[in-house]
């Protein structure tokens, strides 16, 4: 129904820039728009749970996790059916895989993960 493919992860150095990329496909797709549905960034450090870093809406409304505001920024395309997230002044506790997530009549559907390490 739903595939999830993210990219755009790697090495930055505190302070520097990443846009990440989560390319959707899937039948859910044929009729409805990728802005349809509730998605999000989520990340996981190594012994750490799976936590939310940003999420986008319906309509367009987004919510962000208080460590990322004001620097992460979230985004869809409907045309590409691509969610992105624009992440400025990266810092080391930022180092995590990346995951995007959609939820579609109540199931949640995630992808692979990208690694974005953030180190000198």
């Known amino acids: 129904q739903v595939q999830l493919v993210e990219s755009g992860g790697g090495l930055v150095q505190p302070g520097g820039s990443l846009s990440l990329s989560c390319a959707a496909s899937?039948?859910?797709?044929?009729?409805?728009?990728?802005?349809?549905?509730?998605m999000g960034w989520y990340r996981q450090a190594p012994g750490k749970q799976r936590e939310l870093v940003a999420g986008?809406?319906?309509?367009?409304?987004?919510n962000y996790s208080d460590s990322v505001k004001g620097r992460f920024t979230i985004s869809r395309n409907d045309n590409k059916k691509t969610m992105s997230l624009q992440m400025n002044s990266l810092k080391p506790e930022d180092t995590a895989v990346y995951y995007c997530?959609?939820?579609?009549?109540?199931?949640?559907?995630w992808g692979q993960g990208t690694q974005v390490t953030v180190s000198s």
């Open positions: 997530k959609l939820r579609y009549l109540g199931r949640d559907f």
């Open positions: 899937g039948s859910i797709f044929s009729k409805y728009l990728i802005s349809t549905y509730a």
């Open positions: 986008i809406y319906s309509g367009g409304s987004t």
